[in-house]
């Protein structure tokens, strides 16, 4: 089943010079109830896709799409307050540090019951009672405890995990995480993954994993799109990632050191002819 | 090279490094790795002088470090920090950043050393006039590198350089970086998560767990996930976790 459809998706800003740039230039996939990653170095275009599917460019940035489907809404041409009603309970976002995106004066607790408190009606002893559920399903040991800390007062993949917690407390179809691991420690990356994964797996959502990282998307997910340069490059089965055939992906792959590392050098990507072939 | 015996670090009453001891041969690469919280940077700021409280022997080039002036410790060892754009100054060009080490220890020439040295990372000279936000992650990755080796180190202490580039930028920079330690016959004390930049950068490797040096081993174990420690063994285990199923493809 198809949750999301984008066809022809374009994401522009103007230059200051005058004229505009695209950086996200007419991209065209469908997301059904899976597990989707999307890989892409810096200034690929992946961040800038997942922010148009929520919503989330603003002006003077401008976005247009062919068709931009979500279960059944159409998201071009949707009003602010349409948006809003629909981010945090049918689509929601994981970002990449959560030390940026908790409120810092705000106890985790309220935090993640606000959405409920915007999207549902439930009364204050209800909201509390799903919070802490919550917070238990990602794994945090002591939901009371850490429903009153503050976020200075907890660790970067516990803040992960709150952030998480917030995204799925309404159970939303669509999950898009951009880079939801690169600000933390390798050793609770895998748990934060495991904890993201299980959830959509048990759930039935759809999961956009958004990372410059191949190895880690081609683990988590059951697709891939290669970004390079605003465009989609090459899809393929995470499992299959090795048969890639295009330039940048093969590029990719290969300037990775590996654990048996014998080459005297890296092979480097030759942006300048990927940029003619593109 | 370098020498470090019973190193302790204290921050108040925490223990932060524990009896750490290993050496560095003149021009070998070694690999400290662990997690965060292990103690791995603090060994690199112990060595450069940017802890208070500690306690044991670290020597450079046969010299006690700390009976060393910060004037002869800067020409001896240099250090790369993890995030270009945090350790260059958001204010001075490219070419303020290569000649400052210059002016501090009088050595003249500057115009032509900073050309020379643009030249040795492999940034065009157009950038010598830029500023850190006009240049890339990686041109900011070489500058940083540059600035370290104005004054002819011997030993670069390198603080995860390549964890805040791209895939194929920190590939550009481990090219540099093995290339100029041939060239210059540098000593590399790298600091990493990474196992897989170790196996193509290193020539042995110590495991840090809570402050403690679990093992000391030769690069080859680890390429052969032969690693004797528990621990180690474990690193590696998580590293391929985090890796495909089947292997990537052989190009």
Excluded at chain 1, 73 to 99: E, F, H, N, Y
Excluded at chain 1, 144 to 160: A, N
Excluded at chain 2, 172 to 189: D, H, M, P, S, V
Aim: hydrophobic share 45%; aromatic share 4%.
């Amino acid at each position: 089943m198809t949750l999301l459809s984008v066809r022809d998706l374009r994401v522009s800003f103007p230059r200051p010079t005058g004229g505009r740039v695209e950086v996200v230039r007419g991209i065209t996939f469908d997301l059904g109830r899976e597990r989707l990653g999307i890989v892409g170095e810096s200034g690929s275009g992946k961040s800038m896709t997942g922010r148009a599917l929520m919503g989330l460019i603003a002006p003077p940035g401008r976005v247009a799409a062919a068709r931009m489907d979500f279960d059944g809404t159409d998201l071009t041409g949707l009003t602010p307050a349409g948006w809003r009603a629909l981010r945090g309970a049918r689509m929601s976002m994981v970002l990449q540090d959560p030390k940026f995106s908790l409120n810092p004066v705000m106890r985790v607790g309220d935090q993640i019951g606000e959405a409920l408190a915007f999207h549902a009606r439930l009364s204050a002893r209800n909201r509390r009672a799903r919070v802490l559920e919550t917070l238990a399903a990602v794994r945090i040991d002591d939901p009371e405890r850490v429903y009153r800390l503050y976020p200075h007062e907890i660790s970067g993949g516990m803040g992960q995990r709150v952030m998480i917690a917030m995204m799925v407390i309404l159970e939303p179809a669509l999950l898009i995480a951009d880079e939801p691991t690169s600000a933390l420690d390798v050793s609770v990356r895998e748990q934060v993954l495991e904890i993201m994964d299980d959830l959509v797996r048990r759930r039935g959502m759809g999961l956009m994993l958004i990372s410059h990282d191949l190895n880690m998307v081609a683990r988590w997910c059951d697709r891939i799109l290669v970004m390079f340069d605003g465009r989609v490059v090459e899809e393929i089965a995470a499992g299959r990632l090795h048969d890639a055939t295009h330039p940048y992906t093969r590029g990719l792959i290969a300037s990775l050191p590996r654990m048996d590392e014998t080459r005297a050098e890296l092979p480097v990507l030759d942006r300048a002819a990927l940029a003619r072939g593109a | 090279m370098i020498e470090v015996r019973d190193l302790s670090v204290r921050y108040g009453p925490a223990l932060v490094l524990d009896g750490v001891s290993f050496s560095v041969a003149e021009g070998e690469s070694f690999a400290l790795v662990g997690e965060s919280g292990s103690g791995k940077s603090t060994i690199l700021k112990a060595l450069a002088g940017q802890v208070a409280d500690w306690s044991g022997r670290m020597a450079l080039s046969g010299q006690d470090v700390g009976r060393q002036s910060r004037r002869d410790l800067a020409a001896l060892m240099q250090m790369v920090f993890q995030d270009p754009y945090g350790s260059l100054h958001p204010r001075r060009t490219v070419d303020d950043a290569l000649a400052e080490p210059l002016a501090i220890h009088g050595i003249g020439d500057r115009d032509a050393r900073v050309l020379a040295m643009l030249d040795a990372v492999g940034l065009a000279r157009r950038f010598r006039f830029r500023l850190p936000h006009q240049l890339s992650g990686g041109q900011r990755q070489r500058v940083a590198i540059a600035r370290a080796l104005m004054l002819s180190p011997r030993v670069l202490l390198l603080d995860e350089p390549t964890s805040a580039l791209d895939v194929s930028v920190q590939a550009e920079i481990l090219n540099l970086l093995k290339r100029l330690r041939a060239e210059k016959g540098l000593t590399f004390l790298l600091v990493t998560h990474d196992l897989t930049v170790v196996s193509f950068l290193c020539d042995r490797l110590g495991v840090l767990r809570a402050g403690r040096l679990e093992e000391i081993s030769d690069v080859a174990l680890l390429r052969a996930g032969r690693l004797q420690s528990a621990y180690g063994r474990e690193l590696v285990a998580r590293s391929h976790g985090g890796r495909p199923t089947e292997a990537p493809a052989r190009p």
